[in-house]
């Protein structure tokens, strides 16, 4: 009996010495101290022992179990101070390292573009407002004056989602869900993305955006037209600005026009930006249809209107001199920190 207490005691204190995680240990006292544990069973085996000799074997037993309880423990502590050290050391802060610098992004190009673009037209009275950027054929063509068999209808130029469903290939839908609202007079500028299907290359992208402006009141004539994008090209590219109108044909405005402006690097002399011509085209406008009036449920005899639509991209190459517009979309950083 004493030998095999003795037995169990050094096999228990030499597996604890070796031991080097907490769960080693508690498997270790389960098998030795546990109900049926090594040493439970010989307590269980007292029974075979003279009963004489049972009180200095019950001894025996009890100095075995406190023994190894005593070394269980103090090995338990260890591992655990040496785990804390552990972490503690793993999760200290040098104060003195440098801090994690942000850095602050800015507007975008195109974003800036806009915004000095809004600023003249709010300060002319204009409402900012923007609709749908996917929208039904009906407000993007029909209400538009655009005939079915019209070539910028065609699934070669435009997204299609459903027969009825398409990405907007213009601004202009929204002057046929302002108009249709009902609520007169109009001036309103919307600004927003549009969609065709184009490959991308230094000028066309199959995402862009537009500018769409509307004005719809008593007595507006081709004269208020001029006048607003002269002031809006003075305000714009420079006080020296002149602008020119072009005639040209939008199913939607009658009659139509393309305006150009005297270049802004070389007030009309002729330069590599204006290509030498003097002349750069910014926007295309004109009086609204009165067919389109008419559809959205305004009498062409008492209104007339003007509309016109600004590719923000191209104003934006120009005012900034950039000559691709991949540019704007490529998100590198050493390019846009330039504006
Ligand atoms: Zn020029």
Redesign the pocket.
Known sequence: MKEKLQSIKEQALSKIAEAQDINLLNDIKVSILGKKGELTQVLKSMKDVAPEDRPKVGQMVNETRANIEAKLEEKMKSINSAMRAEKMKRETIDVTLPGVKKIDGHRHPNQIALEDLERVFIGMGYEIVSGPEIEYDKYNFELLNIPANHPAKDEQDTFYITKDILLRTQTSPVQARIMEQGKLPIRILSPGRVFRSDEVDATHSPSFHQVEGLVVDKGITMADLKGTLDQFAKEFFGEKTKTKFRPHHFPFTEPSAEVDIT?F??GGK??R??KGS?WIEILGCGMVHPHVLEMCGIDPEEYSGFAFGIGLERITLLKYEIDDMRLLYENDTRFLNQF
């Open positions: 270049c690097k070389c002729g330069c930006v204006c003097g």
